[in-house]
């Protein structure tokens, strides 16, 4: 079985899918860290993160990146943005998305395109969304628990920078997938969302089995 999970930033979609993973007992891949891998590379390279060359060059790093705690850095989700809009970094990144994804047993993914290009097949999608300011103000109170000093405006700015490159690019554009539902986050409780996204699901899967 996989479960699709796509949705802008600070969205909640990592949340849920993690919560989803551990209801139904499967592995969870957030395959934002991936392209978070390669901002992070890029900028240790010293390189610039929208020259597809640079971060085509940065694509080939360890597992043992993914732990880095710097690529839950806001600096660093800038970054996996702009390396996210090359072609040839999405397909270098494709085939370690799909492994996961068909492994045995199945899987859960969030991100971008899963529903769209990684696993269109999937047997349920869903749409993580939430209102700017929501978002905005998810990422101010995740940076005060960490000790940062945000700024309102600045995190709003660039959540819309972010949406923007990221509904806009010619590649793997962020959209909502056919056949995917719609979970709108801004007014939910982390619970109400967990539960609302498991019924969801749960239709979901009941519906393909009719079918």
Same mark, same amino acid.
């Given at each position: 079985? &996989? &479960?699709?999970?796509d949705?802008?930033?600070a969205s909640?979609?990592?949340?849920?899918?993690k919560?989803l993973?551990?209801?139904?007992g499967?592995?969870?891949?957030?395959t934002?860290?991936?392209y978070?891998?390669?901002?992070?590379?890029v900028?240790?390279?010293?390189?610039?993160?929208?020259?597809?060359?640079?971060a085509?060059?940065?694509c080939?790093?360890?597992?043992?990146?993914?732990?880095?705690?710097?690529?839950?850095?806001?600096a660093?989700g800038?970054?996996? +943005?702009?390396?996210s809009?090359?072609?040839?970094?999405?397909?270098a990144?494709?085939?370690?998305q799909?492994?996961?994804?068909t492994?045995?047993?199945?899987? &859960?993914l969030?991100?971008?395109?899963?529903?769209?290009v990684?696993?269109?097949?999937?047997?349920?999608?869903l749409?993580?969304t939430?209102?700017?300011?929501?978002?905005?103000?998810?990422?101010?109170?995740?940076?005060?628990?960490?000790?940062?000093?945000?700024?309102?405006d +600045?995190?709003?700015?660039? &959540?819309?920078?972010r949406?923007?490159r990221?509904? +806009?690019?010619?590649h793997?554009?962020l959209?909502?997938?056919?056949?995917?539902?719609?979970?709108?986050?801004?007014?939910? +409780?982390i619970d109400a969302?967990?539960?609302?996204?498991?019924?969801?699901?749960?239709?979901?899967l009941?519906?393909?089995?009719?079918?």
């Amino acid at each position: 079985m &996989i &479960i699709a999970v796509d949705g802008p930033a600070a969205s909640g979609k990592g949340t849920i899918a993690k919560a989803l993973g551990r209801h139904y007992g499967l592995p969870v891949l957030d395959t934002g860290l991936l392209y978070r891998a390669v901002g992070l590379a890029v900028l240790k390279a010293g390189g610039d993160p929208d020259i597809e060359s640079d971060a085509l060059a940065a694509c080939s790093f360890g597992d043992e990146t993914l732990a880095d705690p710097a690529l839950r850095s806001e600096a660093v989700g800038s970054l996996a +943005s702009r390396v996210s809009v090359h072609q040839a970094v999405r397909d270098a990144l494709v085939r370690r998305q799909r492994d996961f994804a068909t492994q045995p047993g199945g899987a &859960i993914l969030d991100g971008r395109d899963i529903g769209t290009v990684i696993a269109p097949d999937a047997h349920a999608k869903l749409f993580v969304t939430a209102s700017v300011h929501v978002r905005a103000q998810r990422r101010y109170q995740d940076a005060l628990s960490h000790g940062g000093h945000p700024d309102m405006d +600045s995190l709003i700015a660039d &959540i819309q920078a972010r949406d923007t490159r990221d509904m +806009s690019r010619d590649h793997a554009p962020l959209k909502v997938a056919d056949g995917a539902d719609l979970l709108d986050t801004s007014d939910l +409780s982390i619970d109400a969302a967990v539960r609302q996204a498991i019924a969801l699901v749960d239709a979901q899967l009941e519906g393909r089995s009719r079918g």
